[in-house]
């Protein structure tokens, strides 16, 4: 018979106390410079901001709106940049209307200790084979104070991947990494696409060099990845001698298809066309020319090629701008334009607000991305006019759809694409409430809301901003969205969700794979349980979803009274549930495992494999006989008034309608790739081993 230990190995790795936080209940009238006026603002408000005394700001870049202007203020402590850290300011009609974001931290308490070299030689440490493209030395908010680091670009070549590594300046260790590539997974619809349309001409505006697929807004090759040489592009397409038209049939599948070409020229050039039109969409540099790289594949050492699947939006020539990537695989992603105004739009967030994944205390926040996925998914609907994304290489019923429930915390999972629909159907269920003439008034609070949210915004901070604006701007839109973003729970979605026995939730946990400077991931969302008097057990249950990988990779950590808390270099928990156990019991009986019956615990799973993988997590009680009820007339108890909603027994959620896949989980597999789901950023380290221990 044998015992079992746990032994917790912690890889040093200090999360970002980076919360952002978004405040609307402003109206200052400006004048002059709108930077200027933002920085004199701030300075006379730095306490409530958290703009303390050693910290510089400056204004990092405006972007124009329809009536106003976004402020994006950046901060400096030692004449060095704090990476991780800044405000949104947003100006309507000359009146200071909001702000999202965070400046709060202390003063950085230690020097440089680690070279730039030396930061380098840790990454590739962790991620042997991978390049540095470059290194910015900073400070990084971490713990409620600012720490040397080195915020590097790093390239892996197999499997393909971008990723943004940031290292403690003193000790070494990994602040924050993320996946430089944003994708759409597996499909995407458009009207026009061959399930819907067919193969008309069109003309090709902007064209500037004769005889190329190179425009004020495009720049179109077919493009391969080898290990040996790297990038490698080349124009397929040529024009008719005589017209100098391209009138290309389409050839799919081919990874020399001229076709692929001009259609995704086409698609690139009418939707920045209609984001500068329509919302003054404007690219940070002088030129607003976005490379496109179609017919991708990967060419291996021994001559084969392989294609990508996928598409996505990232830095692959290296040369600072992200670029606009489409593979094949039976069908290819740049036929579908649906796929190219979705990962259009992810540029126009790159641009602007920079949604992004962070680690802070509670572990990995993924609602940004969900954010960006949201609003990639809305916007190309709303250009394409049809609620349907993938139709075409998804099948008549898409990959998602945002028409149908989709409320916080039920459908709430973690993966930022399933988690997208929460925001991407409230909106657009309020946009089709909304009077057809004063659509273009929504689609613009809409736009405003996405360029001035913070980059690390949840749900309820994008809820809050919109319903400012709408306010200011559009009240009967305000009064339509706020309560449809109240009946699903948005304008309070938290990543607390309480579980009762009469829930069963399910979860997306990233893999190492995906993140390979890491030794654990955490997962997204953590699960509050109240232990009521008379309870004697608590049996939490966590494992993998039929079909997943994941079945001895997946662990998670329980604290009693709090959150598990990762804001330090070490994890703050109680008790683990180990990777190859699918539960954990504790009970007023166990000396080791003991049950406070009356307390509130907290659950946080965490993935130890190599692929991502979904996990389903129950509880169940055991209650003792409660005591007799007293004879007499029990005393008045003082009104606490409403509780919050993270005290209310949320929905429980549903096994996902095969008819509608989006609803109830990701409607292709999630295993990671070359193209894994973007924005994975900041996570943690950490690592459950379990060993075997005999008894004399």
Not at 222 to 236: A, I, R, V
Not at 457 to 479: H, M, R, S, T, Y
Request: proline share 7%; with cysteine; hydrophobic share 35%.
């Amino acid at each position: 018979m044998q015992a079992h230990r746990l032994v917790l190995l912690v890889c040093l790795i200090i999360p970002s106390l980076v919360h952002a936080e978004t405040w609307t209940k402003l109206d200052d009238p400006t004048s002059g410079d709108p930077g200027s006026a933002v920085l004199s603002f701030l300075q006379s408000h730095a306490e409530t901001f958290g703009a303390g005394s050693h910290l510089s700001l400056q204004v990092a870049r405006t972007t124009p709106v329809n009536g106003g202007v976004v402020v994006r203020v950046a901060a400096r402590h030692a004449k060095l940049p704090v990476l991780n850290q800044g405000l949104s300011v947003m100006i309507l009609h000359k009146r200071l209307v909001a702000v999202s974001g965070s400046l709060r931290s202390s003063p950085a308490s230690s020097t440089f200790g680690l070279s730039r070299a030396q930061a380098e030689a840790r990454v590739r440490d962790r991620m042997p084979g991978a390049s540095i493209r470059s290194a910015v030395q900073g400070y990084w908010a971490s713990g409620g104070t600012l720490r040397p680091a080195w915020q590097l670009q790093v390239e892996r070549t197999r499997p393909f991947g971008l990723f943004r590594v940031a290292i403690d300046g003193q000790t070494g260790a990994v602040l924050d990494v993320s996946s430089r590539l944003v994708e759409v997974f597996g499909n995407a619809y458009t009207p026009g696409n061959p399930s819907v349309g067919q193969v008309s001409q069109v003309e090709l505006q902007g064209l500037t060099k004769p005889g190329e697929l190179t425009g004020d807004y495009a720049s179109v090759s077919s493009c391969s990845y080898s290990e040996q040489s790297g990038l490698s592009c080349k124009q397929l397409a040529t024009p008719d001698s005589t017209t100098g038209d391209f009138l290309y049939k389409p050839i799919e599948p081919s990874f020399k298809d001229p076709f692929s070409e001009v259609h995704a020229y086409f698609h690139v050039d009418a939707f920045h066309r209609f984001l500068k039109d329509t919302f003054g969409f404007k690219r940070k540099t002088d030129s607003q020319q976005i490379k496109v790289m179609v017919n991708f594949a990967w060419e291996s050492s021994n001559g084969s090629t392989q294609g990508m699947y996928n598409a996505f939006f990232g830095d692959m020539n290296d040369d600072g701008k992200g670029d606009l990537v489409f593979g094949q695989g039976k069908k290819d992603f740049a036929y579908d334009a649906d796929v190219i105004y979705h990962e259009f739009t992810h540029s126009a967030v790159d641009e602007t607000s920079n949604l992004s994944v962070n680690l802070d205390e509670l572990g990995l926040n993924m609602m940004p991305m969900g954010l960006n996925e949201a609003f990639a998914d809305t916007f190309s609907c709303i250009y394409a006019g049809d609620p349907k994304v993938g139709e075409y290489a998804g099948g008549s019923n898409g990959i998602r759809q945002l028409v149908g429930a989709a409320s916080c915390p039920g459908h709430l999972t973690g993966e930022s694409h399933q988690d997208g629909l929460l925001w991407g159907r409230a909106c657009w269920t309020v946009r089709e409430q909304v009077p057809e003439k004063d659509r273009s008034t929504f689609d613009d609070v809409l736009w405003k809301t996405m360029v001035g949210v913070d980059q690390y915004a949840g749900f309820a901070d994008a809820a809050a901003l919109f319903l400012k604006i709408a306010q200011v701007e559009a009240p009967a839109i305000e009064a339509l969205a706020k309560a449809e973003f109240t009946s699903r729970s948005l304008d309070t979605c938290s990543r607390i969700v309480p579980l009762t026995e009469a829930d069963t939730y399910r979860g997306y946990l990233m893999g190492l794979s995906s993140l390979p400077v890491l030794q654990v991931v955490p997962g997204p969302l953590q699960y509050k349980i109240e232990a009521p008097e008379n309870a004697s057990e608590l049996t939490i249950n966590i494992g993998p979803v039929h079909g997943q990988w994941g079945g001895t990779t997946i662990g998670a950590y329980v604290r009693k009274g709090s959150p598990v808390s990762f804001a330090s270099s070490k994890p703050v928990f109680d008790f683990v549930m180990p990777n190859n156990e699918t539960s954990i019991v504790l009970s007023t009986k166990d000396v080791e495992k003991r049950l406070e019956a009356g307390n509130v615990y907290y659950v946080i799973p965490l993935n130890v494999g190599a692929n991502s993988t979904m996990y389903q997590i129950t509880m169940g009680l055991t209650l003792e006989d409660p005591p007799p009820t007293p004879d007499a007339t029990p005393s008045l108890e003082p009104d606490a008034g409403p509780g919050s909603m993270l005290d209310s027994t949320p929905p429980t959620q549903k096994d996902p309608d095969p008819d509608d896949p989006a609803a109830g989980g990701c409607s292709c597999e999630v295993t990671p790739s070359p193209a894994a789901p973007l924005g994975i950023l900041g996570l943690l380290a950490l690592a459950l081993l379990l060993v075997r221990r005999r008894r004399d």
